[in-house]
């Protein structure tokens, strides 16, 4: 297995982990009460927002590359 191919096996993995950290953050906070409910949706709806934006700022630029990654 060369170097590359090592990090197309585990970015998969890495790329949930630092996905899903905004929400273990955030229902870490709620569960021990820093934040309420309301804010609780509010953070969350901000995180998914974000990697909505991130998601359409990527694609024309994996189209405009095909085979880079």
Do not use: C, D
């Not at 273990?24 to 901000?46: D, L, M, N, S």
């Amino acid at each position: 297995m060369t170097a590359g191919n090592h990090w197309a096996a585990v970015s998969p993995y890495v790329m949930w982990f630092l996905l899903g950290l905004p929400l273990v953050v955030v229902t870490y906070w709620y569960q021990f009460e820093a934040i309420y409910y309301g804010e609780y949706i509010k953070h969350t709806g901000r995180f998914s927002v974000w990697l909505l934006l991130l998601a359409m700022a990527v694609t024309p630029l994996r189209l405009m590359f095909p085979g880079q990654g």
